[in-house]
């Protein structure tokens, strides 16, 4: 196990923000997927009684990464210049709308916001938060859209499960939209 430690550190590393999910990580270390699993809570026990704890390993959607502790943020912060990333209201509106509803087509979306939303989805997808994730079986074959690892990472979610349910969002007074709040509270940098 004490090499499958030293490989997953390795692998974590080169993976960077992609991660790796154990099938993956099985089919590397050639192991079954039940041994992939062991491998990978061996590792994320040793690594976590290393004695430090500036880097962590996450588990977001299956994928497992090696990220900064959040702890350090401040420290972090002030090492990268910070270059917010923010998305409009319409665009926020049909993020939520893809990731309560995914697989959707863009006409359903449309008529849940009521308005066009094609510039909205082309966003979207340039910030790498939505994706095709099919086609649907009706005339034409319009484009279903999912949200995708990054929309995970940018609001801290392990599954869409996590979501807020629909009925606390709508009965909360306060003005603020908990996709905004997330999107701005998290490291988010512009990437090219």
Do not use: W
């Amino acid at each position: 196990m004490e090499d499958y430690n030293n490989i997953i550190e390795g692998i974590l590393y080169l993976k960077g923000d992609e991660g790796i999910d154990i099938k993956e990580l099985s089919l590397i270390l050639e192991i079954s997927k039940k041994e992939a699993v062991e491998a990978m809570d061996h590792f994320i026990e040793a690594y976590s009684k290393r004695g430090f704890d500036g880097l962590q390993i996450v588990d977001f959607g299956g994928k497992y990464k090696l990220a900064t502790n959040p702890q350090y943020f401040p420290y972090y912060q002030k090492m990268v210049e910070q270059s917010k990333t923010t998305l409009s209201q319409a665009a926020l509106e049909t993020l939520a709308i893809i990731a309560y509803n995914q697989p959707i087509t863009r006409a359903k979306v449309e008529d849940i916001r009521g308005v066009g939303c094609d510039g909205m989805i082309r966003k979207l997808i340039a910030k790498a938060l939505i994706k095709e994730v099919g086609r649907e079986e009706s005339p034409g074959l319009p484009i279903l859209y999912g949200v995708t690892n990054e929309f995970m990472d940018a609001f801290s979610l392990a599954s869409l499960d996590e979501l807020p349910e629909l009925g606390d969002i709508v009965e909360t007074e306060s003005d603020e939209d908990i996709f905004a709040t997330r999107y701005q509270e998290g490291d988010l940098s512009e990437t090219d």
